[in-house]
T-cell receptor
Framework: NAGVTQTPKFQVLKTGQSMTLQCAQD?????MYWYRQDPGMGLRLIYY???????DKGEVPNGYNVSRLNKREFSLRLESAAPSQTSVYFC???????????FGQGTRLTVV | GDSVTQMEGPVTLSEEAFLTINCTYT??????LFWYVQYPGEGLQLLLK?????DKGSNKGFEATYRKETTSFHLEKGSVQVSDSAVYFC??????????FGKGTTLSVSS
């Protein structure tokens, strides 16, 4: 009964370091998403994947890359972390783009 | 583009008080509307949804009615509990787009 699983839960990076946030879902959903949550800003879409093999930019894609590895997995990569990328990152999945989304527990990332 | 506007918080209530959190939207076409709840330290959970005009979504004593004429989807609960303390997000999806969220409203209920 895992749903959407994100790793890691917490991470501290130094400016300029790189890292990949992992996300996997076991609900056989077609669509997957990465959001970031910042105080007073709500959730903003970074990238999404409507189906396996496709990815599209969201509202705030700069500084990030994504890979839809297969139907289950959707990873988010920071190539050169910046303090402005300090945030809580949520992965989500849905059967299709306009149906309800299921969220992971989040990754709290701090860039110093 | 499509957008969601919800009332700013925090909203502070006593237990058993009536709750309203306002949400209005701008969208082309006919969006589906959602309320999500986020408890401290957790991800978002779907609270309720409505997919067409005049639909009422309900769950755990919360209700919201899709009002096309006023482009609104206000969240209500007749008697809040301390356990309802959380952040509430209004969201929409339209024309195959990913969910678009409001900025969230923090609710704090005291006993």
């Amino acid at each position: 009964n895992a749903g959407v699983t994100q790793t890691p839960k917490f991470q501290v990076l130094k400016t300029g370091q790189s890292m990949t946030l992992q996300c996997a879902q076991d609900m056989n959903h077609n669509s997957m998403y990465w959001y970031r949550q910042d105080p007073g800003m709500g959730l903003r879409l970074i990238y999404y994947s409507a189906s396996e093999g496709t990815t599209d930019k969201g509202e705030v894609p700069n500084g990030y890359n994504v890979s839809r590895l297969n139907k289950r997995e959707f990873s988010l990569r920071l190539e050169s972390a910046a303090p402005s990328q300090t945030s809580v990152y949520f992965c989500a999945s849905s059967e299709d783009r306009d149906t309800e989304a299921f969220f992971g527990q989040g990754t709290r990332l701090t860039v110093v | 583009g499509d957008s969601v506007t919800q009332m700013e918080g925090p909203v502070t209530l006593s237990e058993e008080a009536f709750l309203t959190i306002n949400c209005t939207y701008t969208a082309t076409g006919y969006p589906s509307l959602f309320w999500y709840v986020q408890y401290p330290g957790e991800g978002l959970q779907l609270l309720l949804k409505a997919t067409k005009a005049d639909d009422k979504g309900s769950n755990k004593g919360f209700e919201a009615t899709y009002r096309k004429e006023t482009t609104s989807f206000h969240l209500e609960k007749g008697s809040v509990q301390v356990s309802d303390s959380a952040v509430y997000f209004c969201a929409l999806s339209s024309g195959g787009t990913a969910l678009i969220f409001g900025k969230g409203t923090t609710l704090s209920v005291s006993s």
